[in-house]
């Protein structure tokens, strides 16, 4: 072995040595590690550290909160936590975030310097807000509630059903297939899983559970895959196969008027769920986007 090769192999071991522990940091010992980037509210490095401190479970969720960006890069263990949950300490702290709005009690709570412009409109989280907003995490066994939105007339608010995220986190990976956009329908594919592995299942309704175990084995295979890629030739195969367990959740579910589409051309025939009537064929997009049929309408 050359004197070159003896000063490169030290070099070359310092770096992987270094690359690990920047990943071990990154993650910081999480295991099954997903990260999202979401909007959270806040306005100097006091907010920073409270929002860092009440998002952290140790080996189960943490946040890096960017003053500046006002997003927050949340890293959980896929198995143990979600986000929503992660985000409902952040705003039972006192801080708005794109999912939850933050009690008004805690909000007030908060110090001068940290009280922020308040710009989302959603309904702000049930329960309680923390007595002392920087004193530590909550039990990080609390589970996503139900949020509330705004009903059609936009004057009375309703809540949301266990599903509707689902639906919702759906119905948005479709769009950004219609569009072509596999940046966008990966974000929103893992936004479904998301929503997906929110749903507490021991308190839907006894006739739902056993459906919904169902529709979590079939969709899954799909879902996890479709978070992870954004190739759009490949998120189109693994979406029509989320087809038929979100049909069976859309007939036990009753989340209003939903259309099962068919495409007669892809992969010898495929089909997908809609809100709309008028065709957006989510397999083709703009190459032949009104290809298609309104196979059977689903309603509540």
Known sequence: MTMKHLIILPIALLLLISCSAQDMTSTRGIKHARGITV?????????????EKVAFVKGEAHADWDVDAKTAVITIDSTRTTVDAVLRRIAE???????????????????GCCQYERSFKHAPVKGEAHEQHAT?????????????????HGTAVQEKSAFEAVFGRYFELKDALVAGNGAQAKKSAAALDEAMHSVDADKLPAAQQGTWEQVMTAAMPAVHPLSETAD????????????APMLQLAEAAGEGTIYLDHCPMYEGGADWLSRDKAIKNPFYGSMMLTCGNVKRTIAK
Do not use: W
Not at 39 to 51: A, F, N
Not at 232 to 243: D, G, M, P
């Open 39 to 51: 909007r959270v509210d806040g306005d100097c490095p006091m907010c920073e550290k409270t929002i």
């Open 93 to 111: 702290a006192g801080y708005d975030n794109e999912r939850y709005l933050a009690p008004d009690k805690a909000y007030a709570g908060l110090p």
């Open 136 to 152: 530590g995490h909550e039990s990080h066994g609390l589970e996503a509630h139900a949020q509330h939105d705004h009903a059609a």
């Open 232 to 243: 759009v030739a490949k998120q189109r195969k693994l979406f029509a196969q989320l087809t």
